[in-house]
């Protein structure tokens, strides 16, 4: 039974041509959405998976700041099959963005990300490549959503594209294999509870 609160579908995806032949892989584009906890949480476990399967892992991070996490360390340790590029200058909404910090750097460090991102998608140079918080980088009008649409259309055909954050607009859910919405049912904010290390980064 189709999530009510998911919009739908406009078209439904025409049928592969052929079937897939034994051990050949049909990369998918993966969107995990929502106002809950663990969209990026959900990609970095796929990034684990895959890097199991001896799979190349790259993770780029939108907004997200330069300070130091528990998955930036971790992956480390599996660098190269885990590649983690952090080019955000951190949140861009107005009730947390830090004000010192000009819109104009948010605006550039986007454009460079999806840049980067955009040309290692279409070299086909990973099997996986993961774009985190992506969404809200949509939202704050800083990469445009057609040119993440046209990425989607020119990726590789065996790569897999997950994309993170709120708000996944319609088209991006209707160019999807798999979408994911994180839905807040309890949070320890409601009790009092600050962000803990290795819990939210």
């Not at 991070?61 to 971790?74: D, R, Y």
């Not at 708000?167 to 009092?192: C, N, R, S």
């Amino acid at each position: 039974m189709a999530d009510a609160s998911l919009p739908t579908r406009s078209t439904a995806r025409p049928a592969a041509a052929h079937s897939m032949k034994k051990g050949e892989r049909r990369g998918l584009i993966i969107v995990n959405t929502g106002n809950g906890k663990g969209k990026t949480t959900a990609a970095l476990g796929l990034a684990m998976r895959a890097a199991g399967n001896n799979m190349r892992v790259l993770v780029i991070q939108f907004i997200k700041g330069q300070w130091k996490t528990g998955e930036s360390q971790s992956f480390k340790l599996l660098e190269p099959t885990i590649e983690v590029v952090r080019m955000g200058q951190g949140f861009t909404i107005e009730r947390l963005r830090d004000k010192r910090i000009p819109m104009e750097r948010h605006e550039l460090a986007a454009s460079e990300a999806f840049a980067r991102a955009a040309a290692v998608i279409r070299a086909g140079e990973y099997d996986m490549v993961i774009l985190d918080e992506l969404l809200g980088s949509i939202t704050a009008g800083l990469v445009p959503l057609a040119d993440v649409l046209q990425v989607i259309r020119d990726k590789p055909a065996a790569l897999h594209l997950v994309m993170t954050g709120r708000g996944a607009p319609p088209e991006l859910i209707d160019a999807a294999d798999l979408v994911t919405e994180m839905q807040p049912v309890k949070h320890p904010y409601q009790q009092g509870i600050k962000a803990q290390r290795g819990i939210e980064f």
